[in-house]
T-cell receptor
Framework: GQNIDQPTEMTATEGAIVQINCTYQTSGFNGLFWYQQHAGEAPTFLSYNVLDGLEEKGRFSSFLSRSKGYSYLLLKELQMKDSASYLCAVRDGAQGNNLFFGTGTRLTVIP | EAEVAQSPRYKITEKSQAVAFWCDPI?????LYWYRQILGQGPELLVQFQDESVVDDSQLPKDRFSAERLKGVDSTLKIQPAELGDSAMYLC??????????FGPGTRLTVT
């Protein structure tokens, strides 16, 4: 089965850097996704990692260590609009390449 | 950029009534997914279609939920009868073969 853990809530200051961690256990790992979800809206794609290392995309970066079952999403130069939930999702090749989501981390950016 | 369409965006229904949601995936996406997201939790897969065929419906409560994608394009998810615990956001997503999933805006269902 899948076991995906991420913190429930985080608070950070505008302009700062925040790291959201995600750990997972899955039998057929085939990629890890990060999605952003504003309240009442659909998840939107942020990043994808399938190999170990860091993927950078503007203010957002995502890191993966497959041996540790660990990923993080790094948000730099935080803006108020970054207040949202951040969902970690693992694609499981042993389960039809289905996505399994964590509960999400609700990030609040304060002035 | 093409988007996944869903309707209605909001639905309020009384328990024991029937309710249906519609999804139109991005053109050319063979795979379509229906998820349920309870407030404060991540989305959970209900059913996955490849073209018109169900690939995975292991988490679909089949006593009350049904889904179809008759022509392999748009899809309908039905609940009959609705229960209070069905109140949630119902998300549709589509993907090209092996590609990432694109989510629609969702239908927020409230059962009273």
């Amino acid at each position: 089965g899948q076991n995906i853990d991420q913190p429930t809530e985080m608070t950070a200051t505008e302009g700062a850097i925040v790291q959201i961690n995600c750990t997972y256990q899955t039998s057929g790992f085939n990629g890890l996704f990060w999605y952003q979800q504003h309240a009442g809206e659909a998840p939107t794609f942020l990043s994808y990692n399938v190999l170990d290392g860091l993927e950078e995309k503007g203010r957002f970066s995502s890191f993966l260590s497959r041996s540790k079952g660990y990923s993080y999403l790094l948000l730099k130069e935080l803006q108020m609009k970054d207040s949202a939930s951040y969902l970690c999702a693992v694609r499981d090749g042993a389960q039809g390449n289905n996505l399994f989501f964590g509960t999400g981390t609700r990030l609040t950016v304060i002035p | 950029e093409a988007e996944v369409a869903q309707s209605p965006r909001y639905k309020i229904t009384e328990k024991s009534q029937a309710v249906a949601f519609w999804c139109d995936p991005i053109s050319g996406h063979a795979t379509l997914y229906w998820y349920r997201q309870i407030l404060g939790q991540g989305p959970e897969l209900l059913v996955q279609f490849q073209d018109e065929s169900v690939v995975d419906d292991s988490q679909l409560p089949k006593d009350r939920f049904s889904a179809e994608r008759l022509k392999g394009v748009d899809s309908t998810l039905k609940i009959q009868p609705a229960e209070l615990g069905d109140s949630a956001m119902y998300l549709c997503a589509s993907s090209p073969a092996g590609g990432r999933q694109y989510f629609g805006p969702g239908t927020r269902l409230t059962v009273t």
